[in-house]
């Protein structure tokens, strides 16, 4: 899990938070950067193509290597490919090419996703799901690092010391660099087990099969939890909207304060990750000591709170000190919310449709944040970072409302003896 969270970290930055930060440099305005966030919800409509991946075999790769790791390997192989492109393609001539490489890339990771998810809940029991995600989080925080910092470290040597501002020659080398790290995620495939699968019920025809596929999994969700689902899915699709919405001007916002290529590389990809990485072994401890329920209330607060030191690093200015502080933070306040919710969304799948639920789950996390993060770059043109800062504090209020009746509603059901059927008892009665 920590190789295979290396691999599934990698590309998210390299098509929004890392690639915001190469198109400002390249002079593209922060209403554009905005817009092109977008191709992130490839990760929110995941669930629509996740029934095939849970099911349709793939010509030969399945045969050889199983149902979880032939998805992997093929999307995997999507994304060197797509990384790439991206490499090659120079935004400061023409947009077009490498917003559709990125979209491939996207999409592609969004595929990984749904195949990695299923083959890390079905590689264990639900009472080491946390422990499974905290192993996760720091194989998927160190990519971050290395697709955050490192990408911007090759291209600073590239471009060397005496060449400021854009190069493409620099990104280029960067994004081939990137591209090639997914051999991490490919040989780790190869060389793991395919994981024991809950049987498929057999069909009979292909009505049969599409029902199986596309109709039970959201049937089973439905039947389990009655209109307590419903709430769920509010509180799941609004978790993360305060980190979501402010970290597309994140980079943009860097450049204009003049951070620089090393310095963002340094203090948000290393001491930010760091921090992220103790956050995420914190939350995992912490939610299997206290619950689940009381962690995801702690990192809604924090999450929402850091926010708002970044309203105060915008007017404190260029200050590195002041940088190390905020995105520590954040980072360690992202940790402890990942790690929480990743368990809780574990735990509300049933193993038989595994890839297609948690793929459910996890698209409703990202589909209103990534949605509403394409205008960021109009709200900063309008009322300053500031107010854009303080806007994604306030984003995050109701989410509190919504985790503290989630987990009113989960205590009543423990109480009753109703349990998530894949759930250990004293992690969802606390």
């Given at each position: 899990?920590?190789?295979l969270?290396f691999?599934?970290?990698?590309?998210?930055l390299?098509v929004?938070?890392?690639?915001?930060?190469r198109?400002r440099?390249?002079g593209?305005d922060?209403?554009t950067?905005g817009y092109?966030?977008?191709?992130?919800?490839?990760y929110?409509?995941?669930?629509?193509?996740?029934?095939?991946v849970?099911?349709?075999?793939?010509?030969?790769?399945?045969a050889?290597?199983?149902?979880?790791?032939?998805?992997?390997?093929l999307?995997?192989?999507?994304?060197m490919g797509?990384?790439?492109?991206m490499?090659?393609?120079d935004?400061s001539?023409?947009?077009g090419p490498?917003v559709w490489?990125?979209l491939?890339?996207?999409?592609?990771?969004?595929?990984q996703d749904i195949?990695?998810?299923?083959?890390?809940?079905?590689s264990?029991h639900?009472?080491?799901?946390?422990?499974l995600?905290a192993?996760?989080?720091?194989?998927y925080?160190?990519?971050?690092?290395w697709?955050?910092a490192?990408v911007?470290w090759?291209?600073a040597?590239v471009q060397?010391p005496?060449?400021a501002?854009?190069?493409?020659?620099?990104?280029k080398?960067?994004y081939?660099?990137?591209a090639?790290s997914?051999?991490?995620?490919?040989?780790?495939?190869?060389?793991?087990?395919?994981?024991?699968?809950?049987?498929?019920p057999p069909?009979?025809?292909?009505?049969e099969?599409?029902?199986?596929?596309?109709i039970?999994?959201?049937?089973?969700?439905?039947?389990r939890?009655?209109?307590?689902?419903?709430?769920?899915?509010?509180?799941?699709a609004?978790?993360r909207?305060?980190?979501v919405?402010?970290g597309?001007m994140a980079n943009?916002?860097?450049?204009?304060m003049?951070?620089?290529?090393?310095e963002?590389?340094?203090?948000?990809?290393?001491?930010?990750?760091?921090m992220?990485?103790a956050g995420?072994f914190v939350?995992?401890?912490?939610?299997?000591?206290?619950?689940v329920?009381?962690?995801?209330?702690?990192?809604?607060?924090?999450?929402?709170?850091?926010?708002?030191?970044?309203?105060w690093?915008?007017?404190?200015?260029?200050?590195v000190?002041?940088l190390?502080?905020?995105?520590?933070a954040?980072?360690?306040?992202?940790?402890i919310?990942?790690?929480?919710?990743?368990a809780y969304l574990?735990?509300l799948?049933?193993?038989?449709y595994?890839?297609?639920?948690?793929a459910?789950?996890?698209?409703?996390?990202?589909?209103l944040?990534?949605?509403i993060?394409g205008?960021?770059?109009?709200?900063v043109?309008?009322?300053?970072?500031?107010d854009?800062?303080m806007?994604?504090?306030w984003?995050?209020?109701p989410?509190?409302?919504?985790v503290?009746?989630v987990g009113?509603?989960a205590?009543?059901?423990?109480?009753?003896?109703?349990?998530?059927?894949?759930?250990?008892a004293?992690?969802?009665?606390?």
């Open positions: 899990m920590l190789s969270g691999s599934a970290g990698l590309p998210l390299l929004l938070g890392t690639l915001s930060f198109l440099e390249a593209i922060r209403s950067i092109l966030s977008w191709v992130g919800l490839a929110g409509f995941k669930w629509a193509w996740a029934p095939l849970d099911r349709m075999p793939l010509p030969w790769l399945t050889s290597l199983g149902r979880r790791r032939s998805w992997l390997l999307s995997q192989g999507v994304i797509g990384l790439m492109g490499a090659w393609c935004p001539q023409t947009l490498i490489f990125a491939a890339v996207a999409v592609a990771s969004a595929t195949a990695l998810d299923a083959f890390r809940i079905e264990a639900a009472d080491q799901q946390a422990a995600a192993s996760y989080q720091t194989g925080r160190l990519a971050m690092i697709a955050g490192g911007l090759v291209a040597w060397g005496q060449v501002g854009y190069q493409h020659a620099a990104w080398a960067a081939m660099v990137m090639l997914m051999l991490t995620g490919m040989l780790t495939v190869l060389l793991s087990p395919e994981p024991v699968h809950a049987p498929l069909a009979r025809n292909v009505r099969w599409l029902r199986g596929a596309l039970e999994p959201f049937v089973d969700f439905v039947r939890y009655g209109w307590h689902a419903v709430l769920m899915l509010l509180m799941i609004t978790y909207i305060s980190d919405v402010m597309i943009p916002f860097y450049v204009d003049g951070f620089t290529k090393e963002v590389a340094t203090v948000t990809k290393v001491y930010g990750v760091i992220t990485l995420a939350g995992g401890v912490l939610s299997m000591r206290f619950g329920m009381r962690i995801l209330m702690l990192g809604a607060v924090l999450s929402a709170a850091s926010n708002v030191l970044f309203a690093l915008s007017g404190v200015g260029h200050d000190t002041a190390v502080l905020v995105v520590s954040d980072n360690l306040a992202s940790g919310a990942s790690a929480a919710f990743i574990s735990s799948t049933n193993v038989t595994s890839a297609t639920q948690y459910l789950l996890s698209s409703m996390m990202l589909l944040p990534k949605f993060a205008f960021s770059g109009d709200y043109n309008a009322h300053g970072y500031a854009f800062f806007a994604t504090a984003l995050g209020v989410v509190l409302l919504l503290a009746l009113r509603v205590r009543k059901g423990a109480e009753k003896g109703i349990q998530p059927l894949n759930a250990p004293s992690t969802q009665a606390d």
